[in-house]
């Protein structure tokens, strides 16, 4: 295995002068100044922190190449990065500071007001290399770290969908496996450009070192506007990018999107929550047949499963998250009737332990998903929802995410959340949170579940909305949905 910061320093030596990343401030770096300064930071954290690896270094900054650059360092330098969410509140990422003790916090100035700083912050903004050269040294002072499989090279965070979030410790392997898998899946390249629009915190981190380590280029933006993103798309030649199924369906719904505008595109790929099929196919119609999809978790990031933009095909295959990446294998535990169990999946793609202490799910090696679904007759996964999701009423078992994909499918639908309530009669009573035009009845809702799932799972209760609500990640989570709507209700 090689630690993939090190195959980034050898790409920069192959290809010294070509352009590594950019973004919307201007700033430009090659793969040779990238390097450069990377190792120049790397070199002013050791000989603050030591050499010996391992020290926790928080970072929290928005979407642009300074940040890079500080990713970049820190790995570098042999310790181990924390992301700290810029749009979580600040009593939140205090909370994970206080837990993981990082020995420094480098802040983006634009993030003063996401979490409290003191005498171990360092500082730098976008668009100026100051700060960040100001906290370096010679790049010829550098060491290189001894970067083992099992070394820690981030600490992510768990969603927090079931209470405090975890801190998953992802090795040098798994972001390898990850990197690796994301380049053979998705034939990744010198050619390719990359867009970076969702945060570089979260998801969109695991497809900067596929290209970095290929020579591919990085365009980086601190904004999801609709009109901005899609003239990037155009103007810089978007070969792949992955967004959040909520920012594909509003460029899709902008009446702006035209597959003729993005003709480098080749793969525009989401995760973190489903799509309904209805959703796919406006965006196919939007960019093209270019939409492709991932499946993992923090505890097994980006790559348990792969649908790409070829596999993405009409009927079944656009209720799949796809089939399971090469270094990952799949397996369903105690499948009923229907074929639908518990989703567990093992490889060096899987991380063995939280830093926070919680008991790791692993079964025999296997990580436990959370999630129940089902293997088809070619391979590929379908989630049917999560297991604790699952809301027993009358005696039947039904999955939320069934219901929503339906109503997601209805046009005038913008989004649903459906949740259980304890109820004396049905056990759990269903019911939903939606997001949709006024002409949408309820009683054409009703019908819709009815006809495609039964009427046992038609909700209940309908609580129309403005907006669902959503985590610090952008993730509606249902426990909050469910108190605040079956509260308003009662």
Known sequence: MTPVILAFLEQARRTPDAVAASDDTGATETYAS??????????????????????????????????????????????????????????????????????????????????????????????????????????????????????????????????????????????????????????????????????????????????????????????????????????EGISIAFMPPTLINKLASSGEARPDRFPALRQLIYSAAPMPPAQIEAAQAAFGPHIAALYGQVEAPMAITAMTASDMQPGLRLQSAGRPCPSTQVRIKDPGPDGTGAIQARGPLVATRYLTGENFPLDEGWLDTGDRGFLDEEGFLHIRGRSREMIITGGFNIYPAEIERVLAGLA?????????????????????????????????????????????????????????????VGKVVRREVAERFSAAAA
């Not at 310790?79 to 009593?91: E, F, G, Q």
């Not at 960040?132 to 083992?148: E, G, I, K, M, Y």
């Not at 259980?420 to 579940?449: K, N, Q």
Request: proline content about 5%.
């Open 34 to 235: 990238l390097a450069r300064r990377g190792s120049a930071l790397a070199a002013g954290l050791q000989s603050r922190l030591g050499t010996d690896t391992g020290r926790i270094v928080a970072i929290a900054a928005k979407n642009h190449v300074e940040h890079l650059v500080a990713l970049i360092g820190v790995f570098l330098s042999g310790h181990t990065w924390l992301p700290l969410n810029p749009r979580s509140a600040r009593p939140l990422n205090d909370g994970v500071r206080e837990r993981l003790s990082p020995a420094l916090l480098i802040c983006d100035t634009a993030c003063a007001d996401c979490v409290t700083t003191d005498a171990s912050t360092l500082w730098f903004e976008a668009g100026s290399p100051d700060g960040l050269n100001a906290l370096s040294t010679d790049a010829d002072n550098w060491r290189q770290p001894a970067l083992a499989p099992d070394h820690v090279m981030s600490v992510k965070l768990t969603g927090g969908t079931t209470g405090t979030p975890k801190a998953v410790a992802q090795t040098q392997e798994m972001i390898a496996t990850v990197v690796s898998d994301l380049v053979c899946v998705f034939a990744l390249g010198p050619a390719d450009t990359n867009l970076a629009v969702a945060p570089l915190s979260h998801g969109a981190f695991h497809l900067l070192f596929p290209l970095l380590t290929t020579g591919g280029r990085q365009v980086i933006l601190s904004t999801a506007d609709t009109a901005i993103v899609l003239e990037t798309m155009e103007h």
């Open 412 to 472: 005038g639908v913008q989004e649903v959340c459906v949740f259980g309530v304890a109820d004396d009669y049905w056990g759990e009573r269903i019911e939903a949170a939606i997001v949709a035009d006024p002409h949408v009845s309820d009683t054409a809702l009703g019908d819709a579940v009815r006809a495609a799932i039964g009427a046992v799972a038609v909700p209940k209760a309908w609580h129309r909305t403005d907006a669902l609500p959503r985590n610090a």
